[in-house]
Each structure stands twice: as structure tokens, then as C-alpha cells.
T-cell receptor, first 111, second 113 residues
Framework: GQSLEQPSEVTAVEGAIVQINCTYQ??????LSWYQQHDGGAPTFLSY????GLEETGRFSSFLSRSDSYGYLLLQELQMKDSASYFC????????????FGIGTKLQVIP | NAGVTQTPKFRILKIGQSMTLQCTQD?????MYWYRQDPGMGLKLIYY???????DKGEVPNGYNVSRSTTEDFPLRLELAAPSQTSVYFC????????????FGEGSWLTVV
């Protein structure tokens, strides 16, 4: 089976940096991605890592270590609009694409 | 380009009733998914499809059925609705070669009373 673990809640100050961790257990790992979901909205794609290392997209960066089955999402220069839930998701390799999501981390940005 | 369109957006069902959540996409993606999200929880995969005529169960398929007769449409059928099926349902699509990029519809809020 598959399992993902991430913190349920994180609070950070506007303008600061926050890191949201994700550890996973799965057979046939293919890649790790991150999604953002505002209250009442749909999840939207943020980033994807298939290889070890850091991927940067503007204020957001995502890191993956396949040997440690670990990744994180780094949000810099936090803004109030970044208050949302953040989900990590794993895709397994193989013939069919089945993506499993973590339970999500609710980020609250405070002034 | 509408992307992923779900209907209805809101629905109240009585216990034992049946209904179909509609999902259609215009992105020509081969993969389609149905997820449910309970309040304050993550997304759980109900069913998925890798192309027309091919569907498979996800983590929580009981009480649901799907079909995929065309690339565009992936309806989710709820038979004999139960209060435990009160949730937000998201239809989503993806395509081979896009990594884990999944595109979600706006969601359907379903309450079973």
C-alpha cells in the first residue's frame, strides 16, 4: 500500500519562510507533487519532483530525497493569501497512473 | 477552454436515493479521477480511468460506480445514498507525460440526509 505523512497544521508569520514536510511509503515510487487548496476551492498544482533535488517556482520550492522517502515544500516571503491547505501526492510507477494524496497541512499566515 | 466541468455544484439527497455526478473535460486527457474530500481531511481516490472503456477502483469505491464511454465524460453514480457519503466530490484529469499534474474541477458538494 501507500502512505504519506505531513503535519496537520503550521502557523507562520507574514514575510517569513515556512517548510512543510512530507514522508511517504510506497512501492514503485515515480514522483512527488504538491497542491494548494484554499477553503472552499479546488486543489491546484504547485510543483512536481521526479528526481532528487530542489525545484524552484517563484516563491515556492519543492525538494525530494528518494533515498529518504522524503520531500518538502518551501514557501518564501509568505503572504496572507498563502493561507491554505497544502497536499503532497505520490504517483506510483507502472502501467496505470494512480495518484495518492496526503491528508494535507493547513497553513495559517499571521500578520 | 472550460477545463474540467462538474455538475451539480450542490445537491441534497435523501437516504436511499440515487444520483449521478457528471464530469466532462475538454483537455483531451486520458486519465480521469474521482476523489472525495471529507471536512478537514485529505483527498481519497474513489475510482479512476486511464482511457475510454477502462476504469479501476481507488481507495474507497464502495457505494459508487463509474463508466467511461468517451474520453470526455466520467460520471460517478451513487446508489442507495448513505449519510457517510456526505462529502465534497472532485473530478480530475491528467495525461501521460505530465508527471503528477492533475487538474481538478470545482467540486460538487453533496449532503445526504
Amino acid at each position: 500500500g501507500q502512505s504519506l505523512e505531513q503535519p496537520s497544521e503550521v502557523t507562520a508569520v507574514e514575510g517569513a519562510i515556512v517548510q512543510i514536510n512530507c514522508t511517504y511509503q510506497t512501492s514503485g515510487f515515480y514522483g512527488l507533487s504538491w497542491y494548494q487548496q484554499h477553503d472552499g476551492g479546488a486543489p491546484t498544482f504547485l510543483s512536481y519532483n521526479a528526481l532528487d533535488g530542489l525545484e524552484e517556482t517563484g516563491r515556492f520550492s519543492s525538494f525530494l530525497s528518494r533515498s529518504d522517502s522524503y520531500g518538502y515544500l518551501l514557501l518564501q516571503e509568505l503572504q496572507m493569501k498563502d493561507s491554505a491547505s497544502y497536499f503532497c501526492a505520490v504517483r506510483r510507477s507502472g502501467g496505470y497512473q494512480k495518484v495518492t494524496f496526503g491528508i494535507g497541512t493547513k497553513l495559517q499566515v499571521i500578520p | 477552454n472550460a477545463g474540467v466541468t462538474q455538475t451539480p455544484k450542490f445537491r441534497i439527497l435523501k437516504i436511499g436515493q440515487s444520483m449521478t455526478l457528471q464530469c466532462t473535460q475538454d483537455m483531451n486527457h486520458n486519465y480521469m479521477y474521482w476523489y472525495r474530500q471529507d471536512p478537514g481531511m485529505g483527498l481519497k481516490l474513489i475510482y479512476y480511468s486511464v482511457g475510454a472503456g477502462i476504469t479501476d477502483k481507488g481507495e474507497v469505491p464502495n457505494g459508487y460506480n463509474v463508466s467511461r464511454s468517451t474520453t470526455e465524460d466520467f460520471p460517478l453514480r451513487l446508489e442507495l445514498a448513505a449519510p457517510s457519503q456526505t462529502s465534497v466530490y472532485f473530478c480530475a484529469t491528467g495525461r501521460e507525460g505530465s508527471g503528477n499534474t492533475i487538474y481538478f474541477g470545482e467540486g460538487s458538494w453533496l449532503t445526504v440526509v
